[in-house]
């Protein structure tokens, strides 16, 4: 946000892209993953289904099992 640009979960698709590069260990792309994440959390002027959000969004313990699994 502070360049300007907005979040709007529009590159949520490419989670299914992030994989474990050779010069990386484990634990860098669990990092990765949560990060990427935690950037497509509900932002500024964010919409879903039509109506605005106004509720902060923090990761929950199923978002999190999931990127696990995802990192697993």
Known sequence: MHVGFLATGAHFPDFTDIHLEHSEQP??????????AEDNLRSN????????????????????????????
């Open 27 to 36: 634990e860098d792309l669990y990092q990765r993953l949560v990060g990427f």
């Open 45 to 72: 002027n964010m919409r879903h289904h039509g109506e605005q959000l106004t509720e902060v969004e923090e990761l929950t313990p199923t978002l999190e099992n999931f990127i696990v699994l995802t990192w697993l």
